[in-house]
């Protein structure tokens, strides 16, 4: 097992040390031969994936399982939030091959299902929508029994680019509110609260699977985070991901409160008894993290 890094390189080769993560944030070392094949048809078919774009922790559990999260569109955003770790600046040209190089990697993978996100292109006319679809659409011609979830940005708010999205009928629709009200300016200054909640109750036109995310610790209270969770279910939101939030790198917000488990699953039993379907809460969780399990769950009660 491995201790998440507490220590983050900062301006002039000092060394800033972070706060002790508790005994619960450990996650084990990459390794094996399944982790070692994504990584090599990942490489192959030069696609993105937001495991390692976004540091995500659970990156050797995931590839280990033959699961990943593809990134479209690139690896760099045209929005700077506070709590990620994806590059800020001016994206490359789109490459339009990408929906079909995704597909190729997902058939040779053998995957059956797969999440599907991107960085925030505001610099297209479409923020991306096109590729989404075709991304979708790609797969399904290569393996069509594999379901896809989307987790996508808001379209600056053009419900007709996420109607044309959601024509691509993926299995689970997902938009991450990320944090609460009083803090979302702070921490996603490019995006809106309720333009999200928004997004996710227009998507329950189309569909059933409608999943979000909330990431505490950056200073939120006990009732702003269940005020979250009630303006979710309003938008009819049913899956739902809750999970701490990590400083990824210096000059990022800074975690304000280490959540125990027992919080995390008092959060869960709250959220089951406001009508949430599935609910997956706990330190590591992120939003893609064991997400065909969760809707298996779904399915089958």
Known sequence: MLDIPRTVNAPHGIHVRRRHHPDWLKVRGPSGVTYNQIRTVLKENKVNTVCDEAKCPNIAECYGRGTATFLIMGDICTRKCFYCNIRTGTP????RQEPEKIAIAVDRLALDYVVITSVTR????????EQFYNTVIEIRKLRP????EILTPEFKGDLKLLEHVLKSTP???NHNIETVRDIFTRVRPGGSYDLSLKVLEYAGNF????????????GETK?????TLHDLRRADVRILTIGQYLQPRAGLSEVKKYYTIQEFNELKENALEMGFSQVFSGPLVRSSYHASNIVRHIRSN
Do not use: N, R, T
Not at 122 to 129: F, I, R, T, V
């Open 207 to 218: 569909m059933s699977l409608i999943k979000s995310g909330l990431m505490i610790g950056l």
């Open 171 to 173: 299995y689970v629709f």
């Open 145 to 148: 029994m594999c379901k896809v």
């Open 122 to 129: 505001d610099d297209l006319p479409d923020s991306g929508a």
């Open 92 to 95: 490359g040209k789109l490459d």
């Open 223 to 227: 009732d702003q985070i269940l005020e």
